[in-house]
């Protein structure tokens, strides 16, 4: 059982950068597919960013390319988040899932694991 914790969240202002934690407890997630979503109020959860097991293959949501960055620290077991640039319309809850199936997928049906979500505002 692996167990996911988010940190970092909070209140920015627009172009200003967050960097988001995600620390996994119970089992190493070295081997794991790693994942951001978010969700803002009366909208979806939507993917953001993925991150292979071995990070050799990551993706990101358009509307975040070239703003966000995800990473991963095996040896901390915890995968981030930097987020540069940020705009209001990043409001949202963001959540870090974890896949033991190791892909980089953009779907959330794929992730086993989910953390409880850190909730990030950017006023304009």
């Known amino acids: 059982q692996v167990q996911l914790v988010e940190s970092g969240g909070g209140l920015v202002q627009a172009g200003g950068s967050l960097r988001l934690s995600c620390a996994a407890s119970?089992?190493?997630?070295?081997?794991?597919?790693l994942g951001w979503f978010r969700q803002a109020p009366g909208k979806e959860r939507e993917f953001v960013a993925a991150?292979?097991?071995?990070?050799?293959?990551?993706y990101y949501a358009d509307s975040v390319k070239g703003r966000f960055t995800i990473s991963r620290d095996n040896a901390k077991n915890t995968v981030y988040l930097q987020m540069n640039s940020l705009k209001p319309e990043d409001t949202a809850v963001y959540y870090c899932?974890?896949?033991?199936?190791?892909?980089?997928?953009?779907?959330?049906?794929?992730?086993?694991?989910w953390g409880q979500g850190t909730k990030v505002t950017v006023s304009s």
């Open positions: 899932a974890a896949d033991r199936d190791g892909g980089a997928s953009m779907k959330a049906e794929n992730y086993e694991y």
């Open positions: 119970g089992r190493t997630v070295s081997t794991y597919g």
């Open positions: 991150m292979s097991w071995s990070g050799g293959n990551t």
